[in-house]
Nanobody, 119 residues
Framework: QVQLVESGGGLVQPGGSLKLSCVADGFPFKAYHMSWYRQPPGKEPEQVARITSSTITESYADSVKGRFSISRDNAKNTIYLQMNSLKVEDTALYYC????????????RGQGTQVTVSS
């Protein structure tokens, strides 16, 4: 059974940083591309970052480019999202997803972790 469990969210002031983690289980993790998504209240979900299975390629939404960094540790079945210079508009539910291919959306996702940026 595929399981994805996120952690690391919380309340942070504008300009602050957070690092999210997503631990995967139930499938050969190192064979899959992975991605982070977010969904602000009342808005559509957005893919913010993705990373290839081999960690060679990363891709970011324009809204987070230069501020967020995705990484993975295949030995720990974990992906990370380092978020710096956080803005109020980064407030959202963040969740990770498993990708069947680079150009598709997730086939499995986690429950998510809430990130709130507020002074």
């Amino acid at each position: 059974q595929v399981q994805l469990v996120e952690s690391g969210g919380g309340l942070v002031q504008p300009g602050g940083s957070l690092k999210l983690s997503c631990v995967a289980d139930g499938f050969p993790f190192k064979a899959y591309h992975m991605s982070w998504y977010r969904q602000p209240p009342g808005k559509e979900p957005e893919q913010v970052a993705r990373i290839t299975s081999s960690t060679i390629t990363e891709s970011y939404a324009d809204s987070v480019k230069g501020r967020f960094s995705i990484s993975r540790d295949n030995a720990k079945n974990t992906i990370y999202l380092q978020m710096n210079s956080l803005k109020v508009e980064d407030t959202a539910l963040y969740y990770c997803g498993r990708l069947q291919s680079w150009a598709t959306t997730y086939d499995y996702r986690g429950q998510g972790t809430q990130v709130t940026v507020s002074s």
